[in-house]
């Protein structure tokens, strides 16, 4: 995950390869001052304006035919405040950079999603979540942001000033504004535990809500075409420090989970009738491992895999129910489904339109190869997510609409009322969000 987003021939791609669109013209802003002049400048010719990160949404939520904003010259850490225990960083910093920063600063996010390439503004926007018993997704540990209006004026947003844009606009989705700095609550640096182990897919669903109470941090891999899972224990440890070796971690992260998955995916998608048997393989080739380190060490690993996913939120207790159904549906349909299906979970929180806001969630993530035709699947498993009163990730493919979302966010209203007084004229639209939000 490296290169993510590109650009030929005047055309952006993101990371996925599946969505592309040609800008008229792109904007590198240097300064709050610059970026607010583009906005401007942007409306003067009648043009649309959305902010790109590092284009790991497999949906169109950044694409535009108007003006394309590029925050990667928005980077770095404005300000940190020991005694509040935050941290205030540019809109387009890589989380990578930040966890590195704040690691050399003795500080650490409290949890994260489970890579590092994406910009602290796109994965927020799109609600970008870990796993968590108690600790919630990257946007609900902001504190506070700065953002970007459809006139170019420059908004302060906390609970305290504008609250009622700040419960919105963590997860904005980029309809709101252009986002040009958070604030980030941070915490001394900590070492997390993990444990790794495979579990059989009975296990792990019938003592789901144990392992979930019993952990701070708990997901893990079913392996579709088997009854197998990889299970993945993170808890906060006293140490000592003991990270996965050299050698073994470029053998099992590198040349197993990377390499040779890459591999066995082109076979898969070049002979489907040899998948059953992969996965069987696969789903055995990681053996248990423990290891102590830092947290963005433990939460994050490399992804160098291309794929393209669906992600849904379903109410924490109707996890189990639905994941058997997904596998009831896999095991009788002629689907062959080279990638493991993942499922993690998050606390309910207080943001608008996050999938966990207002209920306790779980989180089941299903992935197809990058180039194989991923329609059905993600069609049939849709089906069983949205009968569960599930909410997709916002940076994830599914085929919902605002008249669904209506019914599946009870503050869905109160959204869409700021997004009509603070962008009108819908400067910061595209096709994706018409569909999603409304006209």
């Not at 010719?45 to 950044?62: E, M, N, Q």
């Not at 006139?151 to 504008?162: F, H, W």
């Not at 393209?308 to 996890?319: G, Q």
Request: net charge neutral; aromatic share 8%; glycine share 8%.
């Amino acid at each position: 995950m490296n290169k993510a987003a590109s650009r030929k021939n005047g055309t952006w791609r993101n990371w996925a390869g599946n969505v592309t669109a040609r800008p008229a013209r792109e904007v590198a802003p240097a300064s709050v001052e610059e970026l607010s002049a583009a906005v401007r400048r942007a409306a003067e010719d009648g043009l649309r304006v959305k902010a790109v990160g590092t284009g790991h949404s497999f949906t169109a939520v950044a694409a535009t035919d108007g003006v394309l904003i590029r925050p990667q010259l928005l980077t770095g850490i404005r300000k940190l405040d020991r005694e509040a225990s935050t941290v205030t960083v540019e809109a387009g910093t890589p989380i990578k950079r930040l966890n590195l920063a704040l690691a050399r600063e003795g500080l650490s996010l409290t949890n994260m999603g489970d890579i590092m390439e994406q910009t602290v503004s796109g994965a927020t926007s799109t609600g970008t979540h870990g796993t968590g018993r108690d600790s919630a997704s990257i946007a609900a540990q902001i504190t506070a942001l700065e953002l970007v209006t459809a006139d170019g004026s420059v908004l302060t947003c906390s609970a305290k000033e504008n609250p009622e844009v700040f419960a919105a606009a963590r997860i904005g989705l980029g309809a709101l504004g252009v986002i040009t700095a958070i604030t980030f609550s941070v915490e001394p640096l900590f070492l997390l535990t993990a444990r790794e182990e495979p579990m059989s897919f009975d296990k792990v669903t019938n003592a789901f809500d144990e392992l979930c109470a019993e952990n701070e941090h708990f997901e893990f891999y079913w392996f579709p075409h088997t009854g197998n899972c990889n299970t993945k224990r993170n808890n906060r440890s006293a140490g000592p420090e003991q990270p996965v070796g050299t050698v073994r971690g470029l053998y099992e992260d590198e040349f197993l989970s990377n390499g040779v998955f890459r591999a066995a995916n082109h076979v898969g998608r070049a002979v489907p009738a040899t998948i059953p048997s992969i996965a069987r393989i696969s789903s055995r080739a990681l053996s248990a491992r423990t290891y102590t380190d830092i947290p963005y060490k433990v939460f994050t690993s490399p992804r160098r895999v291309r794929f393209t996913e669906m992600e849904y939120a379903v109410p924490r207790a109707a996890l189990v129910e639905t994941l058997r159904e997904l596998k009831a549906m896999v095991d009788r349909s002629p689907l062959r489904i080279s990638f493991p299906v993942e499922v993690r979970t998050a606390p309910a929180d207080d943001i608008a339109l996050s999938t966990a806001s207002g209920r306790d969630s779980a989180y089941i993530a299903v992935h197809m190869f990058r180039g194989s035709p991923y329609q059905g699947y993600f069609s049939a498993a849709e089906q069983i997510f949205t009968a569960h009163e599930g909410r997709p990730h916002w940076g994830k493919v599914h085929t919902r609409d605002a008249a669904y979302f209506a019914g599946a966010y009870p503050r869905f209203g109160e959204f869409t009322a700021l997004r009509d007084r603070l962008d009108p004229e819908r400067r910061f639209g595209n096709d994706h969000l018409r569909r999603v939000l409304g006209e």
